[in-house]
Each structure stands twice: as structure tokens, then as C-alpha cells.
């Protein structure tokens, strides 16, 4: 079982930034693929970044590319999210997700329990 804690989410003008982190615990980080997605009410969870196991691999959804930047620590068991430039549409809880096979923007994950980002325009 993998258990994940979100931090870092927010109130911040628009143009701003945040960093958001993620610790995992219950298995070695180095084993797990690590993906950030977002939510706001009355819509589907939808991608933001995925990083693999080794940190080579990185993807970003469209409308974050550019300005956000995942990064990891595996020593650490950390994932983070740097947030810049924030625009009104990227409010939503933000949640990170670990999983051990498959791909970063795959839906069954293993979740945390969220982090709200507020930006006010």
C-alpha cells in the first residue's frame, strides 16, 4: 500500500506561483510512477504532469506546458510541482497519484487526499 500527502496549495494572484510537494511512504519512490492531476467540481479528473521512475521521463498536459515543472527526489520519497504563472483556470484541488506499471496519466492510481490551489484574478 502506498499512502500519499499532498502540501503547498494555496491562495495566489494570478500571475503567481506555488510549489507543490508530495511525500510518499509504503514503498520505495524509486519504484512507483508519479503524476499530479487536478479537479474542480462537476468535472473529471484531468492530467497535469507525469514523471517516471527515474525522473527521465516527463509529460505535461498542454495547458501547463511551459509553466509548470514536476521534479522528483527518489532519496527524498518526494515529488514536487512548481506552478508559475498561474491563470484563474488553474484552480483545483490538485492531487498527486503514484503507480507502479503502466503510464503517468493512467487513472488507477493510488491517490492522495488533494490540495486546494485558489487563484484569484
Known amino acids: 500500500q502506498v499512502q500519499l500527502v499532498e502540501s503547498g496549495g494555496g491562495l495566489v494572484q494570478a500571475g503567481g506561483s506555488l510549489r507543490l510537494s508530495c511525500v510518499a511512504s509504503g514503498r520505495t519512490l524509486s519504484t512507483l510512477i508519479m503524476s499530479w492531476f487536478r479537479q474542480v467540481p462537476g468535472k473529471d479528473r484531468e492530467f497535469v504532469a507525469g514523471i517516471g521512475r527515474s525522473g527521465t521521463r516527463i509529460d505535461y498536459a498542454d495547458s501547463v506546458k511551459g509553466r509548470f515543472t514536476i521534479s522528483r527526489d527518489n532519496a527524498k520519497g518526494t515529488v514536487a510541482l512548481q506552478m508559475n504563472s498561474l491563470k484563474p483556470e488553474d484552480m483545483a484541488v490538485y492531487y498527486c497519484?503514484?503507480?507502479?506499471?503502466?503510464?503517468?496519466?493512467?487513472?488507477?492510481?493510488?491517490w492522495g487526499q488533494g490540495t486546494q490551489v485558489t487563484v484569484s484574478s
Open positions: 497519484a503514484a503507480r507502479p506499471l503502466g503510464d503517468y496519466r493512467d487513472h488507477d492510481n493510488y
